[in-house]
C-alpha cells in the first residue's frame, strides 16, 4: 500500500506556471505506475499525465501536451507536475494516483491509490 500527499498547488495568472508534488510514503514507490488526474467543479474526473515505473514512458492528455510535464524521482519517492502555460480552464483540483499495472494508463480505475488533490486556479 502507498499514501500520497500532494502539494503545490496555488492561485496563478493564467500564462504562469507551478509545479506539483506527491510525496509517497512506504519504499515500494518505485513498484507504481503513476499518473495525475483532474476534477474541475461540475465536471467529471480527467486524465491529465502518466509516467511508467522507471519513468521512461509518459503519457499526456492532448489538452496539456506541450504545456505538462510529468517525472519521479524514485529515490525521494515524489511524483511531479511542471505546469507551464496555464490557462484558466486548468482550473481544478488535481490527484496524484498509483498503479499496480505493468503499464501507464489513462483510465481513473486502472488506479489502486489516490492523494487528497491539491487545487489549481488559474485567473484569467
Known amino acids: 500500500q502507498v499514501h500520497m500527499v500532494e502539494s503545490g498547488g496555488g492561485l496563478v495568472q493564467s500564462g504562469g506556471s507551478l509545479r506539483l508534488s506527491c510525496a509517497a510514503s512506504g519504499r515500494t514507490f518505485s513498484r507504481y505506475a503513476m499518473g495525475w488526474f483532474r476534477q474541475a467543479p461540475g465536471k467529471e474526473r480527467e486524465f491529465v499525465a502518466a509516467i511508467a515505473k522507471i519513468g521512461s514512458s509518459t503519457n499526456y492528455a492532448d489538452s496539456v501536451k506541450g504545456r505538462f510535464a510529468i517525472s519521479r524521482d524514485n529515490a525521494k519517492n515524489t511524483l511531479y507536475l511542471q505546469m507551464n502555460s496555464l490557462k484558466p480552464e486548468d482550473t481544478a483540483v488535481y490527484y496524484c494516483?498509483?498503479?499496480?499495472?505493468?503499464?501507464?494508463?489513462?483510465?481513473?480505475?486502472?488506479?489502486?491509490?489516490w492523494g487528497q488533490g491539491t487545487t489549481v486556479t488559474v485567473s484569467s
Open positions: 494516483a498509483a498503479s499496480q499495472s505493468l503499464y501507464i494508463s489513462y483510465i481513473g480505475g486502472e488506479y489502486d491509490y
